[in-house]
């Protein structure tokens, strides 16, 4: 970190009048910020609408090939509400690389990578794009397969049959409907590693694909602003704090639930300095089984925006109804519900249920013991038809559309 602030900060224009200062001196940042000084936070000057016009030509095209000055240019999904864009340099996606493939690979991958006597590694990866940051993990001994979400799934199903892979990266919406097309027979695949990716993962998507697939389910969290972290043996997530420092903004008083403000100091290309993320998640609150010392996660629970809110009895101040304790009351709905959203626009909580046409009595009946519970007043439900998101959507079940309004300081 110390080298990092010495010896590459002050080359992004942004940060020249810094040059000498302490971590704790800078300002921080979030996405918005980056975007309007999108030139001086890269240190090739690099503007936003150029970069933007190599991405999203990539993405109207599907050929993710093309650079900037050699370097890679990303494009997040923005469910936030504003796209993101990141810049990578070719040493940079290298690291990246060796990183993810450290991270996640377990030691018989591993092992087989390394033998040259071994059919090679082959990896099924499933996104919204792809990207020359991904492209980078394809070697000789690693087979990389790219699957773009825009096709249907019954040719992902054909595909995967035709070339199963060892290890199979996709969003848990994915994953769930690869899960039931191999319990329904149709998919015939026996990966050594399953990862997820790109989404909150669901304890119920969880218990679906491990029982489909039959291996310990794995996850990666990654976002615009970088790798962040990878489950271990044990099962928790850890932050990658070998790579990227992060200063918890706690958002409770029992300090469980954070927003992390990343600084990656590996990153010298596009820099992450005191970005505040919009991610909320849960601090596991003791060490890990494992014995790794860097953070772990009870869970990634989501986007600040999944976070509901309502009144609290008795003065109206505005309450955050986080979106883990909804998830279980809506597990434990006595119903059979196949998936479900919750949006709150104002002081209504809009619900989608894609159950049976007895589940909306069920659902209302746990939402409004959950107010009861926290001592906040239940807001209006309005139950709508359900409707399935696009392969390129992700997951949203739990989302703050409007707060409420009125709402006392």
């Not at 989404?199 to 962040?228: H, K, M």
């Not at 958002?251 to 990656?264: I, M, N, S």
Request: hydrophobic residues 45%.
């Amino acid at each position: 970190m110390s080298r990092f602030l010495r010896t590459h900060l002050a080359r992004a224009q942004f940060y020249k009048s810094f040059r000498g200062a302490q971590l704790s001196e800078l300002p921080m940042v979030d996405k918005p910020v980056m975007l309007a000084n999108f030139a001086a936070f890269n240190t090739h000057g690099i503007p936003l609408d150029r970069a933007l016009d190599i991405a999203l030509a990539a993405e109207r095209s599907r050929n993710f090939l093309p650079t900037i000055d050699g370097l890679t240019v990303g494009l997040s999904s923005g469910t936030s509400g504003t796209r993101g864009v990141f810049l990578v340099s070719p040493a940079e996606r290298e690291r990246w690389a060796g990183v993810i493939l450290a991270r996640v690979l377990t030691p018989a991958s591993l092992r087989r990578l390394f033998n040259p006597f071994a059919l090679p590694l082959s990896v099924s990866f499933f996104l919204r794009a792809n990207s020359n940051l991904y492209e980078s993990l394809g070697r000789r001994r690693l087979g990389f397969v790219f699957h773009d979400l825009t096709l249907p799934m019954d040719a992902h199903v054909r595909a995967l049959n035709r070339r199963p892979p060892d290890v199979l990266v996709a969003p848990p919406t994915v994953l769930r409907q690869l899960a039931d097309a191999v319990l329904g027979g149709t998919l015939q695949i026996v990966p050594q590693q399953v990862v997820s990716v790109a989404e909150v993962l669901e304890a119920d998507d969880r218990l679906l694909i491990e029982n489909a697939f039959r291996v310990p389910l794995q996850e990666i969290y990654q976002a615009t602003e970088g790798f962040l972290g990878a489950s271990c043996p044990a099962g928790r997530v850890h932050l990658n704090e070998e790579l990227i420092h992060v200063e918890p903004e706690w958002l409770d008083a029992e300090q469980r639930r954070f927003r992390p403000v990343v600084t990656d100091f590996s990153r010298t290309t596009q820099l992450i300095v005191r970005y505040r993320l919009d991610d909320v998640l849960i601090d596991a609150g003791s060490p890990c089984a494992c014995g790794r010392v860097t953070r772990s996660l009870e869970a990634v629970e989501g986007r600040a925006d999944d976070v509901l809110w309502a009144a609290r009895l008795g003065d109206g101040c505005d309450m955050p109804v986080f979106p883990d304790v909804v998830r279980r009351s809506m597990a434990q709905a006595d119903a059979v519900m196949r998936d479900y959203r919750i949006e709150q626009h104002g002081d209504e909580w809009h619900v989608r249920l894609d159950a049976e046409s007895d589940a909306a009595l069920a659902v209302r009946r746990e939402l409004e013991g959950l107010c009861r519970t926290l001592h906040v007043q239940a807001p209006r439900l309005v139950f709508n038809e359900w409707r399935a998101a696009s392969a390129l959507e992700k997951r949203r079940r739990i989302r703050c559309v409007i707060r409420r309004s009125g709402a006392a300081a």
